[in-house]
Nanobody, 119 residues
Framework: QVQLVESGGGLVQAGGSLRLSCAAS????????MAWFRQAPGKEREFVAF????????YYADSVKGRCTISRDTTKNTVYLQMNSLKPEDTAVYYC????????????WGQGTQVTVSS
């Protein structure tokens, strides 16, 4: 079992920056993949970025590539999402998720943190 707690959301003007954090607890994360997803009102949840815990390899959705950076601190069991040049269309609830080795789906999720970007 893995518990995930997100923080760092808030209200920011277009062009601004935010850093989201996701603290994981419950077990070690070696060989796990951690990701950020988001869901805007009336829209389906969409993938934002992932990072592999062991090697730190990353992958981004085209919509955030070049504006967002996912990173992890293995000493704090925390993953971050640095978001720059924010746009109103980035407004959403952002969720942290974990995928176990060998699994296709992300099966542990946080409660989400709201990001609102004003124009």
């Amino acid at each position: 079992q893995v518990q995930l707690v997100e923080s760092g959301g808030g209200l920011v003007q277009a062009g601004g920056s935010l850093r989201l954090s996701c603290a994981a607890s419950g077990r070690t994360l070696n060989s796990y993949t951690m990701a950020w997803f988001r869901q805007a009102p009336g829209k389906e949840r969409e993938f934002v970025a992932f990072i592999t815990w062991s090697s730190g390899s990353t992958y981004y959705a085209d919509s955030v590539k070049g504006r967002c950076t996912i990173s992890r601190d293995t000493t704090k069991n925390t993953v971050y999402l640095q978001m720059n040049s924010l746009k109103p269309e980035d407004t959403a609830v952002y969720y942290c998720a974990v995928r176990r080795p060998g699994k296709y789906d992300y099966d542990y999720w946080g409660q989400g943190t709201q990001v609102t970007v004003s124009s």
